[in-house]
């Protein structure tokens, strides 16, 4: 079977799925309304709430017992259940007169309709939501919660595709690969895979069919999953991966080539306390700084001074190594590259103050620096914060704008983080600045390829839809030529070109970038290991003999066996 390759690395055993979701009630055309009698609909409102509200709390308090994205995800699943538009559907429906059950189903019907439709981030969300869906009606019908087996021995879990809740929950000692039939390369079951280490492949066509204890070996890499496989050889497979793993652990920077050429390794941050544990590891810098956290859940725009107090915690810990570093205690200027992209809304991230209430095709529409358009000053008070942050940190951003379509957006872009004092940049997304890269490169100092949406808006691929992961896969040879193009264009302006998308979290896919011409990689932390250990191992010439090889492949399948040809 072959599925698209999320999380590299090689397991085998016994296959085992999660219990069965609880039983759902049938919800009537008219939703139920009659139903339950006048006198004793509040009794059922409260009894949905309180159910709820539980489930709520249970998935927070496994957020706080987690960490890195793992905790993200359960705590974005706890705020979907607490979602006021959601229990205003429950009140509505259940003071028409439908059982507290049969309210919550109709509700997360209605909502996960919307959501699919939205398309984009938002799809993915219905996975989320019927999951929340499930734990509530299994706690107001008495049925056992859903989750996740605890095997008594190494096994794979399979799937149709993984909520986050158990996902977020899974040993690593017990459940060794995860394979769904669902889900995509940037969904929640992949984002988690990636944290917990864990070989992961999804949109595995034929996965429904495989039974409890069949016995299956899984290549993350490769994207193939092997039913009764010979196990001395599988043995021999997983050996092997085991002693990359732990060339893997023990890796601890700074990036290099095989040659010994220096190749700088940088970390995906969202806050202060993902930044100090990156500046605790390899990690050379930042090059990606998703700046929403401080915007997201606000009701109101966070003024200057608190988004400088967000933005300075970042920055702290990555001055404070270099001054350590260089036995100066001084507050003077250090050099450390870290990457700002500034306020990404719209999209799955929608914000109240700066995107629209309704949009027919949200990632088509107002989202990243397009917000400016309804509101130039989100962006003055945002780089006016950075600055601020900036001058009391002692280090000096690289800033960069997402969703830049056109050579006036990055013009006016650079100039207003040039009268900051800072440097600015833009991330390569839409196919129109990969196709001028030159031109833009006129006005900024530097490029970062966003490599998830790259791939969508190239190949008009849902990046959610396990239906065309095929097509939304970074390997796409198309894909990889916008980054060649990209990076040519960079080394002939004598600027940078990073990639931060999850692209760079792909060891073998990691030196196919280098040998196109990108002069550095910002994933993770937890992935930055894996990747240095395998770019050490690679010459620039055979990077650069991957990458030719990967272009000239038919499809992502080829590209990745014409590169593994290549670096052995």
Request: overall charge negative.
């Amino acid at each position: 079977m072959r599925g698209t390759p999320v999380v590299p690395g090689v397991a085998v055993g016994p296959v085992v799925r999660p219990a069965p979701r609880p039983a759902l009630p049938e919800v009537p055309a008219d939703g139920g309304a009659g139903v339950v009698p006048e006198d004793a609909r509040d009794a059922e409102l409260e009894r949905a709430r309180a159910s709820v509200a539980a489930v709520a709390e249970r998935l927070r308090v496994r957020a706080e017992a987690t960490e890195g994205d793992a905790a993200a995800v359960l705590q974005a699943t706890a705020q979907l259940a607490a979602d006021r538009g959601f229990l205003g559907e429950v009140r509505k429906r259940t003071r028409a007169g439908a059982a507290a059950d049969v309210a919550v189903t109709g509700a997360a019907e209605k909502f996960a309709q919307m959501f699919a439709a939205m398309g984009g981030l938002m799809a993915d969300r219905v996975t989320d939501l019927h999951d929340v869906r499930d734990r509530v009606v299994a706690d107001l019908t008495g049925q056992p919660q859903p989750g996740v087996p605890r095997p008594d021995v190494a096994s794979v879990l399979v799937a149709e595709d993984l909520a986050p809740a158990d996902t977020a929950g899974l040993d690593p000692l017990r459940v060794r690969a995860l394979v769904t039939r669902g889900g995509g390369p940037t969904g929640h079951t992949a984002i988690i895979a990636r944290q917990l280490g864990i070989p992961c492949v999804v949109a595995v066509e034929g996965a429904q069919a495989l039974a409890e204890g069949d016995m299956v070996l899984v290549d993350g890499t490769t994207g193939t999953v092997q039913v009764d496989p010979d196990l001395e050889h599988a043995a021999g497979r997983v050996e092997a991966d085991r002693a990359a793993r732990a060339a893997a652990a023990a890796w601890r920077g700074p990036g290099r080539l095989g040659d010994g050429t220096p190749f700088p390794l940088l970390a995906n941050v969202a806050d202060g306390p993902a930044a100090r544990a990156a500046a605790a590891g390899p990690a050379e810098g930042v090059g990606l700084f998703r700046t929403e956290l401080c915007f997201l859940g606000t009701a109101v725009e966070p003024d200057v001074e608190a988004q400088a107090a967000v933005y300075a915690e970042v920055l702290a810990p990555f001055a404070e190594r270099a001054r350590a570093a260089a036995g100066s205690g001084d507050d003077g200027l250090v050099d450390v590259k870290l990457v700002l992209r500034t306020l990404d809304a719209g999209s799955d991230k929608p914000i109240a103050y700066a995107t629209p209430e309704h949009e027919e095709n949200p990632s088509l529409g107002v989202r990243g620096l397009r917000v400016v358009r309804r509101d130039p000053g989100l962006l003055e008070r945002q780089l006016d914060a950075v600055a601020l942050a900036a001058e009391r940190t002692g280090l000096r951003p690289w800033v960069m704008a997402p969703m830049v379509a056109t050579e006036a957006e990055a013009k006016g872009f650079a100039a207003a983080v040039r009268a900051r004092g800072l440097v600015p940049g833009v991330m390569v997304e839409v196919p129109s600045v990969a196709l001028l890269a030159a031109r833009f490169l006129h006005h900024v100092d530097f490029l970062s390829i966003g490599t998830n949406d790259l791939t969508q808006y190239a190949m008009a691929a849902d990046r959610l839809s396990s239906d065309l992961a095929d097509l939304n896969d970074p390997w796409q040879p198309a894909v990889l030529a916008l980054v060649a193009m990209t990076a040519l264009a960079g080394q002939r302006a004598g600027k940078p070109v990073g990639v931060c998308g999850e692209a760079a979290a792909d060891p073998l896919l990691a030196c196919v970038l280098v040998g196109l011409g990108v002069t550095s990689l910002s994933a993770a932390a937890a992935a930055l290991p894996a990747v240095g250990a395998r770019l050490q191992t690679a010459t620039p010439e055979r990077c650069r003999a991957a990458a030719s090889a990967a272009l000239a492949a038919p499809d992502p399948a080829a590209a990745r066996a014409a590169a593994l040809a290549e670096l052995g």
